[in-house]
């Protein structure tokens, strides 16, 4: 039997990004450098063999946030970028092992209990009276931005994942997806889409190895009442082409504040 092609797709989240082959080397950069600060070789290898692709849809993002009156300076983005993945850079593998990391973590600016707290607790009131995606919309506007069924801006960010997506399942890949933020929304719709539209009937049967998602808020109630199939019954709410899905979560972050979304999903397992 023939060995599946190893293929990693990535795609990024929401706010203004850089082009896209600043954004993609940054991200490589990333992933190389914590392999190699690791020890482990192997995969470093492995990383720097296997097929990947960066899924952009920064140029849509960013036209949208723009027309919102936004600023946005590419050159101060790019920089800052760098400078961060430099700092990033002179941690050693101690710093990421408890409770070194919570120090770390707790003395980063802005970073109080209070935050957390109100995260978790407007969030939940937020969604029972209604009015999480006002909310959403005045503090992630492309997000909130991504629902609005009346232009074409949630269908021109899925497609850029469906077309690369879809073309890797065809050819049988043994897939890896890595999701961040708002992407993680267009991974799982996309997914959900492939599972049931008839479009993608020949890759209904097509599984993804594995969905990682990071800084997630498809915990959320208002972000769980806008994904495709939120409003199906049974198991046909979910994506059923999933083989496992990790998630990381975002701390502190008003929309991506729930710790896990295990509880959230766990219909999903048969």
């Not at 060995?3 to 795609?11: D, L, M, N």
């Not at 492995?46 to 899924?55: G, H, I, L, P, R």
């Not at 993002?61 to 961060?84: H, I, M, P, W, Y």
């Not at 497609?159 to 073309?167: D, E, I, K, V």
């Amino acid at each position: 039997m023939a060995t599946r092609k190893k293929h990693i797709v990535f795609i990024h989240g929401r706010h203004f990004k850089p082009d896209p082959e600043v954004l993609t080397r940054n991200w490589y950069a990333a992933l190389r450098h914590g392999l190699k600060r690791d020890g482990n070789t192997t995969a470093l290898d492995k990383f720097n063999a296997v097929q990947k692709t960066m899924v952009y849809y920064g140029d849509i993002s960013n036209e949208f946030l723009v027309g919102k009156g936004l600023q946005f300076d590419k050159a101060e983005d790019t920089a800052d970028r760098k400078k961060t993945l430099r700092l990033l850079k002179q941690y050693s593998p101690n710093h990421f092992s408890l409770p070194q990391a919570k120090k770390i973590y707790n003395n980063l600016p802005g970073k109080t209990a209070m935050k957390e707290f109100l995260a978790d607790t407007i969030g939940e009131i937020a969604a029972g009276f209604r009015v999480g995606k006002r909310l959403i919309s005045h503090v992630a506007p492309d997000m909130a931005h991504y629902w609005n069924t009346e232009t074409q801006y949630g269908s021109d960010v899925r497609w850029r994942l469906t077309q690369p997506l879809a073309a890797a399942l065809r050819k049988d890949h043994d897939i890896l997806l890595v999701s961040h933020s708002l992407g993680t929304m267009i991974a799982y719709d996309v997914l959900w889409k492939f599972s049931y539209y008839g479009e993608y009937q020949d890759i209904r049967e097509k599984r993804i190895s594995q969905l990682i998602t990071m800084g997630a808020p498809l915990a959320d109630e208002t972000i769980k009442r806008n994904l495709k199939g939120a409003h199906v019954k049974g198991t046909r709410r979910y994506p059923t082409n999933i083989e496992r899905w990790d998630n990381f979560a975002a701390e502190d972050d008003f929309i991506s504040h729930d710790q896990s979304v295990q509880d959230d999903f766990k219909e999903m397992v048969p």
